[in-house]
């Protein structure tokens, strides 16, 4: 597992993207519960790309549905995010992961998809980077000063 990244996502405010991949299919909110709509949002990784936790929480799932391959992982704020259409989980229930930690392996699709109790929420809102803060660092020979703690969850760019 990756070191944790400072638990700069504890909010939920901001996932980091889970792959570094563009989003192929888009969410589309279901009309009702049963009706057709995109539940996530899909990439398209390269096959057998790592797959990282968007954000720290802990693995309420992990295995096959229907032949495929899901991890699930809950996070502080109650939420869940889903992954799915994976080659391969890494991660077994129970497990603790730490944003930035591989929890999967993709197949040629990834599906992404976070919800709050049964109710799907489209994560491209929040969907972000992790950026270092910028430091200067002097030229003149003056020592420099301590870079500052942290990283941070800026937009994604398109």
Same mark, same amino acid.
């Given at each position: ?42 990439? %398209?990784?390269?096959?057998?790309? &790592? *797959?990282?936790?968007? #954000?720290?929480?802990? @693995?309420?799932?992990?295995?096959? !549905? $229907? +032949? ?15 992954? %799915?259409?994976?080659?391969?989980? &890494? *991660?077994?229930?129970? #497990?603790?992961?730490? @944003?930035?930690?591989?929890?999967? !392996? $993709? +197949? ?51």
């Amino acid at each position: 597992m990756a070191a944790p990244l400072f638990g700069l996502l504890a909010a939920g405010t901001c996932f980091v993207a889970p792959v570094d991949a563009p989003v192929t299919d888009p969410f589309r909110q279901p009309p009702c519960e049963w009706c057709a709509g995109n539940r996530g949002i899909e990439f %398209g990784p390269t096959t057998g790309h &790592e *797959v990282i936790a968007a #954000a720290s929480g802990t @693995v309420t799932f992990s295995g096959s !549905v $229907a +032949g495929t391959t899901y991890v699930v992982v809950q996070h502080a704020d109650g939420t869940r995010t889903t992954y %799915g259409m994976l080659a391969r989980a &890494e *991660v077994g229930r129970g #497990a603790h992961v730490d @944003v930035g930690d591989q929890i999967a !392996v $993709a +197949g040629s699709r990834l599906h992404f998809g976070w919800r709050d109790g049964d109710t799907y929420l489209d994560p491209t809102g929040v969907l972000g980077r992790l950026q270092r803060r910028p430091r200067l660092i002097p030229l003149d020979g003056t020592a420099p000063r301590t870079a500052p703690d942290g990283v941070r969850c800026v937009a994604r760019e398109p």
